[in-house]
């Protein structure tokens, strides 16, 4: 049976409820799910608590979730990019989990994989890990960190089938197949659907197994966070162009 919903917004609607979890893949802008996250904007959700590398920017990303004041916590390893952010976390609006990225990765993964609790050297001796178990192991000290499960898991893909099966592209993979696993209702948003078969399985990264609906992307321009551009020297017979001519 098909997992594909034409209708990101009806589709969360059914399933969001103040308060829950939400994980998000991506990596600033790069690979987030732009229309699933517009989708619970507009569902006016709140109370929620939202997993992600970071919270993209002001006014775009998941920094539409903090304009609308819809979020009350965040688990996340790199925040620098949003004012809001700092804002809301500094007027005492927004509770914040800051943990080391890979131990945000890791901690994703676990709740995927079905593991409760890991134990790693990341932030031993620091604020990160204060209140937390901890243990000695050949030698050396490690602290306890938790398996995240979200309640939904929202996810962008390059590729994917009806399915469910997923393929990331270059950098926009990046968070995208651990928070795929690590919700228990998973949803994907897809830029090229294709029918079951179409993908080489050697090529599968995220198993459709783990994915419960697939959305359409609607194909709206990618925002970058940063555009860095610089003079491009002159080859021989040719003028200068700037980064970005020919992209």
Do not use: C, W
């Given at each position: 049976?098909?997992?594909?919903?034409?209708?990101?917004?009806?589709?969360?609607?059914?399933?969001?409820?103040?308060?829950?979890?939400?994980?998000?893949?991506?990596?600033?802008?790069?690979?987030?799910?732009?229309?699933?996250?517009?989708?619970?904007r507009d569902s006016g959700v709140t109370g929620l608590t939202v997993v992600s590398n970071n919270m993209g920017v002001d006014g775009k990303g998941l920094g539409v979730l903090l304009e609308?004041?819809?979020?009350?916590?965040?688990?996340?390893?790199?925040?620098?990019?949003?004012?809001?952010?700092?804002?809301?976390?500094?007027?005492?609006?927004?509770?914040?989990?800051?943990?080391?990225?890979?131990?945000?990765?890791?901690?994703?993964?676990?709740?995927?994989?079905?593991?409760?609790?890991?134990?790693?050297?990341?932030?031993?001796?620091?604020?990160?890990?204060?209140?937390?178990?901890?243990?000695?192991?050949?030698?050396?000290?490690?602290?306890?960190?938790?398996?995240?499960?979200?309640?939904?898991?929202?996810v962008h893909a390059h590729t994917g089938d009806t399915d469910g099966n997923l393929v990331y592209r270059y950098t926009a993979r990046n968070f995208n197949p651990i928070v795929a696993t690590?919700?228990?209702?998973?949803?994907?948003?897809?830029?090229?659907?294709?029918?079951?078969?179409?993908?080489?399985?050697?090529?599968?990264?995220?198993?459709?197994?783990?994915?419960?609906?697939?959305?359409?992307?609607?194909?709206?321009?990618?925002?970058?966070?940063?555009?860095?551009?610089?003079?491009?020297?002159?080859?021989?017979?040719?003028?200068?162009?700037?980064?970005?001519?020919?992209?």
């Amino acid at each position: 049976m098909s997992k594909v919903i034409d209708n990101a917004a009806e589709l969360l609607a059914e399933h969001l409820r103040d308060g829950m979890t939400l994980a998000v893949g991506g990596f600033g802008l790069s690979g987030i799910p732009r229309d699933l996250i517009e989708a619970v904007r507009d569902s006016g959700v709140t109370g929620l608590t939202v997993v992600s590398n970071n919270m993209g920017v002001d006014g775009k990303g998941l920094g539409v979730l903090l304009e609308n004041h819809q979020v009350t916590k965040v688990l996340a390893s790199y925040v620098g990019e949003n004012k809001l952010f700092a804002q809301q976390y500094l007027d005492g609006e927004l509770e914040v989990e800051f943990n080391p990225q890979g131990t945000l990765a890791e901690r994703l993964r676990a709740g995927g994989a079905g593991i409760p609790a890991f134990y790693t050297r990341t932030g031993v001796g620091t604020l990160v890990a204060e209140g937390k178990p901890h243990a000695e192991f050949d030698g050396e000290t490690y602290v306890q960190e938790r398996g995240i499960v979200a309640d939904i898991a929202l996810v962008h893909a390059h590729t994917g089938d009806t399915d469910g099966n997923l393929v990331y592209r270059y950098t926009a993979r990046n968070f995208n197949p651990i928070v795929a696993t690590a919700g228990k209702l998973t949803v994907a948003e897809v830029e090229h659907l294709v029918p079951v078969g179409e993908i080489h399985p050697d090529h599968i990264v995220t198993p459709g197994v783990y994915v419960q609906h697939v959305v359409p992307y609607s194909g709206a321009p990618k925002d970058i966070e940063q555009r860095t551009v610089r003079p491009r020297p002159a080859t021989a017979g040719q003028p200068s162009h700037q980064n970005g001519d020919h992209a």
